[in-house]
């Protein structure tokens, strides 16, 4: 198995975010969605301004995964105020684990995961969540195979296109 890093990406890291941010969501969405809806999201939702934002949160936090110093994968964590579904104050969110495709099934969203949770331990959370879309099998399968469990749903909008995102937990124990 290969060695990953991870690395917390900074304000000045934000280009190469959004690079990844966008090549990873268009592989992993572009064959349900209309192009339309897609363009549509990640001009709004992965724009420089807006992931800069995201950022300069103090209760977020953004990391890359790499291999050999190439940025493979990221993940991005939310606590406190900056849960995109502010269920506690005291559950912590992993809102975003995105995989470059060529990389899927070698063990980086396992990485990714693991050291989310890692983290998200540090925050002495009452519970650890995420939020994934219903149609998105491989993912849930994955997260399911991790402990995590569905306990609620969201909409989520995709362009002009409303989802249902599945909200799954961990809870947390000593």
């Known amino acids: 198995m290969s060695n990953y890093t991870l ?5 000045a890291d934000v280009t190469q975010l959004q690079q990844i941010s ?6 992993t969405f572009s064959e349900h969605n209309t192009k339309e809806d ?7 939702q992965l724009s420089i301004e807006r992931l800069s934002e995201e950022l300069n949160n103090p209760h977020s936090a ?7 110093k190439k940025v493979i994968g990221y993940l ?10 502010y269920l ?7 809102e ?15 990485f990714l995961l693991e050291n989310a949770i890692i983290i998200g331990k540090e925050k002495k959370p009452s519970y650890i969540w995420l939020g994934v879309w219903e149609m998105n099998t491989r993912a849930i399968r994955f997260y399911e195979k991790n ?20 909200l799954m937990k961990l809870t947390i124990t000593d």
């Open 76 to 85: 991005k964590l939310n606590w406190s105020t900056a849960q995109t579904e």
């Open 38 to 44: 897609l363009n549509k999201y990640l001009n709004e």
């Open 96 to 110: 975003r684990i995105y995989v470059l495709k060529e990389y899927l099934g070698k063990g980086v969203g396992q």
């Open 7 to 11: 690395e917390k990406i900074s304000l």
């Open 62 to 68: 953004f990391y890359f995964a790499c291999e050999n």
């Open 147 to 166: 402990g995590f469990i569905v306990f609620s749903s969201h909409l989520f909008k995709l362009g002009n296109d409303i989802q249902t995102d599945l």
């Open 22 to 27: 966008r090549k990873t969501f268009k592989e």
């Open 88 to 94: 506690d104050e005291q559950a912590f969110e992993i």
